[in-house]
């Protein structure tokens, strides 16, 4: 069972560039949601949707852009890196709001 | 605001010694507490979930607890491969989770 899988793994940028975070889920949910990861700070949210064609911010969403084309799909982009930015980046999909999130496995991401 | 906060930070258990992991909550009509585990270098892996007051739940050595105000992990009998940080989320009425910082067992052989 593939659930969440996030591509790439590891990735260092230079400030400045601009990159794409991919994340595919085949459980057919509805929810999906962006997280960074950062250490004493706990997952905090970026962007969520809550189906095909659908974006929201969440609680960190400055410097970061979303699509969700297709259901299976969520993409986080950033369109100028910064140091600030260097993190660990989870994706994650739900049935629905209350339901339990299933995460990816993370991309490293280094903005040097 | 609504905030989730976990203690201990770090815990350092023997094998076979029991203990509990603790995350406090405040938030205005809780719909979902949500444990999770997770490896280094891995995503968080869903364990429970806990809607109502007095609720339990088990799964082999782990049995979460939920009253009004907070969760209790309760671990009976650790063994090394049970390290790990557990994370610990809540979910409101018309809000999105809200994850706790984590707490990192080390079960020690």
């Known amino acids: 069972n593939a659930g969440v899988t996030q591509t790439p793994k590891f990735r260092v940028l230079k400030t400045g560039q601009s990159m794409t975070l991919l994340c595919a889920q085949d459980?057919?949910?509805?929810?999906m949601y962006w997280y960074r990861q950062d250490p004493g700070m706990g997952l905090r949210l970026i962007h969520y949707?809550?189906?095909?064609?659908?974006?929201a911010k969440g609680e960190v969403p400055d410097g970061y852009n979303v699509s969700r084309l297709k259901k299976q799909n969520f993409l986080l982009g950033l369109e100028s890196a910064a140091p600030s930015q260097t993190s660990v980046y989870f994706c994650?999909?739900?049935?629905?709001?209350?339901?339990?999130?299933?995460f990816g496995d993370g991309t490293r991401l280094s903005i040097l | 605001e609504d905030q989730v906060t976990q203690s201990p930070e770090a815990l350092r258990l023997q094998e076979g010694e029991s203990s509990s992991l603790n995350c406090s909550y405040t938030?205005?009509?809780?719909?979902?507490l949500f444990w999770y585990r997770q490896d280094p270098g891995k995503g968080p892996e869903f364990l429970f979930t806990l809607y109502s007051a007095g609720e339990e739940k088990e799964k082999e050595r782990l049995k979460a607890t939920l009253t009004k105000k907070e969760s209790f992990l309760h671990i009976t009998a650790p063994k090394p491969e049970d390290s790990a940080t557990y994370l610990c989320?809540?979910?409101?009425?018309?809000?999105?989770?809200?994850f706790g910082p984590g707490t990192r067992l080390s079960v020690l052989p």
């Open positions: 459980m057919n949910h509805e929810y």
């Open positions: 938030v205005s009509g809780l719909r979902g």
């Open positions: 994650a999909s739900g049935e629905s709001a209350i339901q339990p999130q299933h």
């Open positions: 949707s809550v189906g095909e064609g659908t974006t």
């Open positions: 989320a809540v979910q409101a009425r018309g809000q999105n989770f809200v």
